[in-house]
């Protein structure tokens, strides 16, 4: 196996560890706020659109600072 090949093994068994450590500590699951929702709506038109870069920055940026300020207002409560 070569060196890529290793790292892609290592990198799915940590995402697979990190995946059953959430289920198992799975709590009572909160429905999304609005800007949250958004942010993610953002970032994913951002993943969509890569083909044109502006657009795509453009979006990730605004998804970001949306999630931030949703952050921000939750941590205030």
């Excluded at 706020?33 to 920055?57: M, Q």
């Amino acid at each position: 196996m070569s060196a890529s090949q290793i790292y892609i093994l290592i990198s799915i068994i940590v995402l697979a560890i990190i995946a059953v450590v959430v289920f198992l500590r799975r709590k009572e699951q909160k429905p999304l706020s609005t800007l949250n929702t958004l942010a993610f709506l953002l970032i994913f038109a951002g993943i969509i659109f890569v083909d044109n870069r502006l657009i795509s920055y453009s979006l990730f940026g605004a998804g970001i600072i949306l999630a931030f300020i949703d952050i921000v207002k939750k941590s205030k409560k």
